[in-house]
Nanobody, 124 residues
Framework: QVQLVESGGGLVQAGDSLRLSCAASGRTFSNYGMGWFRHTPGKEREFVAAISSSGGVTYYADSLKGRFTISRSNTENTVYLQMNNVKLEDTAVYYC?????????????????WGQGTQVTVSS
């Protein structure tokens, strides 16, 4: 079992930067590939970014490439999502997810564990 707790969300203005964190506990963090997703009411949960278990490989949703950066610290058991130049449409609940085996996945049903989410609201 892996427990995931996101933090760092809040109210920001368009153009600002924000860093989300996801702290993991329960199993060997470095054995898990990690991902970030987001959800807006009325829409499907959307893939944002993924990172391999070692942190050496990353993968992004095309629409977010260049503004968002995923990273991880296997010594701190934490995965991060750096969000730069945020836009109104980035408003969502952001979730981190973990998958045993360490690969990169954009499909939410492939992830085994989820956090409770952190709200990000972007104002104009």
């Amino acid at each position: 079992q892996v427990q995931l707790v996101e933090s760092g969300g809040g109210l920001v203005q368009a153009g600002d930067s924000l860093r989300l964190s996801c702290a993991a506990s329960g199993r060997t963090f470095s054995n898990y590939g990690m991902g970030w997703f987001r959800h807006t009411p009325g829409k499907e949960r959307e893939f944002v970014a993924a990172i391999s278990s070692s942190g050496g490989v990353t993968y992004y949703a095309d629409s977010l490439k260049g503004r968002f950066t995923i990273s991880r610290s296997n010594t701190e058991n934490t995965v991060y999502l750096q969000m730069n130049n945020v836009k109104l449409e980035d408003t969502a609940v952001y979730y981190c997810a973990a998958r045993a085996g360490g690969g990169l996945y954009s499909l939410k049903h492939l992830y085994n564990y989820w956090g409770q989410g952190t709200q990000v609201t972007v104002s104009s």
